[in-house]
């Protein structure tokens, strides 16, 4: 009786089914900078330099944990004289400047992707490791549009 019980308990589920479990799907990165979302990681799960000599310029990196906090960080007397999105195109400006510059920041990194949510994903594949919280933050200063919640991953 009790072997009967258990054998019931232990179903197959078949492939494609709506009970299997789901495949985990890694990202794979473009193999150079030349995608829209340039990596802060690089393909050998370390930071970029861009990243690396930034945090030097910026400030310290967990100081600062959101993008708009690093605008005011950049910006302490606030954008009250500046009127519309000039206040944030300069402080985004400054956030590229501060890390080197668009073609040093491509130059220092091997990886890219095409989309945001892809590179959320993968910088997401690093909770567990000592690069993910300034990867982080360093893709949500360089991508303001990074701090929201995407599709794939939850924040």
């Not at 900078?33 to 690089?42: E, Q, T």
């Amino acid at each position: 009786m009790i072997a009967l019980f258990l054998a019931g308990c232990v179903a197959p589920v078949a492939r494609g089914s709506a009970d299997a479990p789901q495949a985990i799907v890694v990202v794979a990165p473009i193999k150079s900078s030349d995608g829209a979302y340039v990596s802060p990681i690089k393909a050998d799960g370390t930071l970029a330099q861009w990243v690396a000599e930034g945090i030097g310029r910026v400030g310290e990196f967990k100081q600062y944990e959101d993008g708009k906090r690093v605008r005011d960080f950049l910006m302490p007397s606030g954008p009250s004289i500046i009127i519309g999105g000039y206040a944030d195109k300069r402080a985004q400006e400054r956030v590229v400047e501060s890390f080197g510059g668009w073609d040093y920041i491509r130059k220092t990194s091997d990886i890219s992707f095409n989309t945001l949510d892809d590179l959320r994903e993968f910088i997401s594949s690093f909770k567990e490791r000592g690069v993910y919280q300034s990867a982080r933050v360093a893709a949500s200063w360089l991508y303001p549009e990074f701090s929201a919640c995407g599709r794939k991953t939850s924040c």
